[in-house]
């Protein structure tokens, strides 16, 4: 992908697997219960600047599944990618890398997911698209950094 706007330029470089981790506690519990989980979502996105108008971008969700009062399985996966951006300024940047590159990232990072939890004999994940804008504008209000 190859962007090029208001004197800016965005490209994809690569898009990696960067951690996998997957536990199933519950174990055999897991499977003679109902299947009713109450899924928990935790997110993370981190930006790096590696190189001269190359950046790393790395998002992580976690997965808690609880059913029947036992963790049924926890699974996190952390999906990277390298940026190239020019020509922004600051605060673009940061916008870009924590919304746009999560955008990118986030349908590999989905599947990733749902693969390893169906590969653990558990029903397909299929999460919910995020809303990585208003996460940004949110962590921004919060820091103070935007009014409201």
Not at 13 to 34: C, M, Q, W
Not at 100 to 108: G, Q, T
Not at 121 to 146: C, H
Request: charged fraction near 20%; hydrophobic fraction near 45%; include cysteine.
């Amino acid at each position: 992908m190859h962007v090029t706007q208001a004197g800016g330029n965005f490209r994809i470089v690569r898009i990696y697997l960067k951690d996998v981790s997957f536990e199933a506690p519950g174990g055999h519990h897991s499977f003679t219960n109902d299947w009713k989980p109450e899924l928990s979502i935790d997110t993370d996105v981190a930006a790096a600047q590696v190189a001269e108008d190359l950046h790393e971008v790395a998002t992580r969700i976690t997965v808690t599944a609880e059913n029947a009062g036992t963790t049924a399985f926890m699974a996190e996966a952390v999906q990277a990618g390298l940026f190239h951006l020019s020509g922004f300024d600051a605060a673009m940047q940061d916008r870009i890398l924590h919304t746009v590159c999560p955008n990118a990232l986030f349908p590999y990072l989905r599947e990733v997911l749902d693969s390893i939890a169906v590969k653990a004999s558990f029903p397909a994940l299929m999460l919910d698209p995020i809303n990585w804008d208003a996460l940004y504008t949110d962590l921004m209000r919060k820091a103070g950094r935007l009014p409201g």
